[in-house]
């Protein structure tokens, strides 16, 4: 197999680990002692903002495991993802000394984003445009934590989903993706978890409504990197960070999202 090691990886996370100080600093941890890898950081935070959400008074709609984002909503939710859930993410990584930098999508042109199609309010599609600010960031050694806020071409501010963010910020830097989950990986008909999972498998199961909910929009975020890049993409959890190790070596961790 490909020595991955000249590759940068993105890791996206969200949900639980950002409720739970101690599980981020034990991931934080394992990625300051991977040898010669460049990170990247990509994050979501549902969790933080359906929280904020609800103190102001509004309430939370999703459709197709993707929130609706109202206008009057963005930002709030601008404020809670590239502000405090951004914000607190790299003072844990600077309290380890992983030199960090907060960015979100539009920062140094690097991601441009379009209106969804799917009646989701202000929800941006990623589209890759520039590397510069990354590549120059990496190359001196810093790690960027990226926000998944973007922002259209009139400079309104869009809600991305973070796992869409993720593919998006990999294929920018033909990097390796790791999406963490709050759970194994993808589980099956019978509540097993997956070693591997193609397209067909994955439109049978969505159909099926064994997939539903956030884990349909993150297996097909996984599959569009994994047909684009053709190669597979790991879907894994975050409570076990020490097999990031495990995926740089070449061995399978979690689910396997397989190109077509």
């Not at 102001?56 to 809670?80: C, D, M, W, Y």
């Not at 441009?112 to 990496?138: A, I, Y």
């Amino acid at each position: 197999m490909e020595a991955l090691m000249s590759k940068p990886l993105v890791i996206k996370i969200g949900g639980a680990i950002l409720e739970q100080h101690s599980a981020l600093i034990k991931l934080l941890t394992v990625i300051k002692h991977l040898k010669n890898k460049s990170v990247v950081l990509v994050h979501g935070g549902g969790c933080v903002v359906d929280e904020m959400l609800a103190q102001a008074g509004f309430t939370t709609e999703k459709k197709h495991g993707l929130r609706v984002t109202p206008k009057a909503q963005i930002n709030l939710i601008s404020g809670a993802l590239a502000g405090t859930v951004n914000k607190a993410i790299v003072a844990s990584a600077n309290s380890l000394n992983l030199a960090a930098i907060g960015l979100s999508l539009n920062d140094g042109d690097m991601i441009t984003c379009s209106l969804s199609e799917l009646d989701l309010g202000q929800v941006g599609v990623p589209h890759t445009n520039n590397s510069k600010l990354l590549d120059v960031l990496l190359e001196q050694g810093f790690m960027p934590v990226v926000s998944s806020i973007g922002a259209l071409s009139n400079g309104d501010l869009v809600n991305v989903n973070a796992d869409d963010a993720a593919v998006a910020i990999c294929q920018l830097l033909n990097a390796e993706l790791l999406l963490l989950t709050d759970v194994n990986g993808v589980k099956g008909a019978e509540g097993e978890y997956l070693n591997s999972l193609n397209q067909a498998q994955a439109q049978t199961l969505i159909s099926q409504g064994v997939i539903a909910g956030g884990m349909t929009a993150k297996v097909n975020a996984a599959l569009k990197a994994a047909n684009q890049l053709r190669r597979s993409i790991a879907v894994a959890s975050w409570q076990s960070p020490e097999q990031i190790s495990s995926l740089l070596d070449g061995q399978g961790i979690g689910t396997q999202i397989q190109p077509n």
